[in-house]
């Protein structure tokens, strides 16, 4: 099965006040969270908390609780936020929130999804940079439609954002160098490298508290 994944990034927050605040919003809902393990029931999720950058990979949720618990925790702490998520294995892309309210997309191949208004996701990365904390000139080369490194054959070139990259164009991975470029950690190791997270246990909310 082609990898689908997410990753949520959380910008300005101490690790202990995620923490509480991810289990309260959970609990409030009916839902119920291990810290440390996963036991019997539950479903799996990691984290990296550091000292102002949190990194959370839940199990993507059909009734899409696992975007909602992540936006009230955005809600609540009235920080930024990026969900970057990998598709199909083919590209990557992003939300870039600001509390609840998204303020940024981007999308590596917007052509996918044959909206006929890819301008829509072609991020914006003074905007991103404003908001994040990072200079402009260390994010800005990543937010390039994938289409405009296709050889005159129609095959990526593969060419790296950064010199220190791991990933070029084409390459759906690239979303890893884009995630560390912002603080970000590669919490299940899907670059090939050492898992940096930790893995805990949540029960999911019953799908009518969340539409309350």
């Known amino acids: 099965m082609a990898l689908c994944l997410a990753y949520r990034v959380f910008k300005g927050v101490n690790a202990s ?78 939300n870039l929130f600001v509390g609840g309210t998204i303020i940024d997309s981007f999308c590596a191949f917007p052509e996918y999804y044959q909206l006929g208004n890819e301008d829509a996701l072609r991020g914006n990365a003074s905007l991103l940079a404003d908001n994040w904390g990072v200079p402009t000139a260390r994010i800005d080369k990543y937010l390039v439609p994938w289409v405009t490194e296709m050889s005159e054959y129609g095959v990526f070139t593969h060419t790296k954002a950064y010199d220190s990259d791991r990933q070029g164009y084409g390459d759906y991975l690239q979303m890893l160098d884009f995630l560390h470029a912002i603080g970000g950690a590669d919490v299940l190791g899907i670059g090939g490298g050492l898992r940096v997270g930790a893995d805990h246990g949540l029960r999911y909310p019953p799908i009518e508290t969340l539409a309350e």
């Open 17 to 94: 006040t995620f923490q509480s605040t991810f289990e309260k919003i959970l609990v409030e809902c009916g839902g119920e969270v291990v810290w440390g393990r996963c036991d019997p029931g539950f479903e799996e999720f990691s984290t990296c908390l550091k000292e102002n950058i949190q990194t959370v990979a839940l199990q993507w949720e059909p009734h899409y609780a696992d975007l909602y618990i992540c936006s009230r925790v955005g809600s609540i702490l009235n920080c930024p936020w990026i969900e970057l998520r990998i598709q199909f294995e083919e590209f990557w892309e992003y």
